[in-house]
């Protein structure tokens, strides 16, 4: 498994303020995803000047924020296999979100931080 792509990502139902926030940061938005969960969840990833990187992800659920890593593999199979076999939890079992551009899902850790892997697509 080779790591592509590394970056934060938050996950919130207030994404507008979150974009707002980095853009006044100096963010811009590089790529935005649409076609998340059926259409109900939208994803962007933003880039500054100096090369930083953060992804906004909204979410329909009624929760805290959650803040994630988001690290982006070649292989989406090797690099879950190789979380569980770490002691990290799959809280969907196996269920994975697949969009027109990749697979992804968040898996948590023994001590509760989450990741979110991602394969994108050629």
Same mark, same amino acid.
């Given at each position: $498994?080779?790591?592509?792509?590394?970056? /934060? $990502?938050?996950?919130?139902?207030?994404?507008? !303020?979150?974009?707002?926030?980095?853009?006044?940061? =100096?963010? +811009?938005?590089?790529?935005?995803?649409?076609?998340?969960?059926?259409?109900?969840?939208?994803?962007?990833? $933003?880039?500054?000047?100096?090369?930083? &990187?953060? #992804?906004?992800?909204?979410?329909?659920?009624? &929760?805290?924020?959650?803040?994630?890593?988001?690290?982006?593999?070649?292989?989406? &199979? +090797?690099?879950?296999?190789? !979380?569980?076999?770490?002691? !990290?939890?799959? /809280?969907?079992?196996?269920?994975?979100?697949?969009?027109?551009?990749?697979?992804?899902? $968040?898996?948590?850790?023994?001590? =509760?931080? /989450?990741?979110?892997? #991602?394969?994108?697509?050629?």
């Amino acid at each position: $498994m080779k790591i592509t792509g590394f970056c /934060p $990502m938050i996950v919130t139902k207030e994404q507008d !303020f979150c974009i707002e926030t980095f853009e006044a940061l =100096g963010f +811009e938005k590089r790529h935005t995803k649409t076609d998340i969960e059926g259409g109900k969840n939208v994803g962007v990833a $933003m880039k500054d000047t100096d090369g930083n &990187r953060i #992804s906004i992800a909204s979410t329909t659920k009624d &929760r805290a924020d959650i803040t994630a890593i988001l690290i982006n593999v070649d292989n989406f &199979r +090797e690099a879950y296999d190789f !979380f569980i076999g770490k002691g !990290f939890i799959d /809280p969907r079992e196996n269920k994975t979100t697949v969009t027109g551009s990749d697979e992804a899902t $968040m898996l948590i850790s023994p001590s =509760g931080f /989450p990741v979110v892997i #991602s394969e994108h697509f050629k």
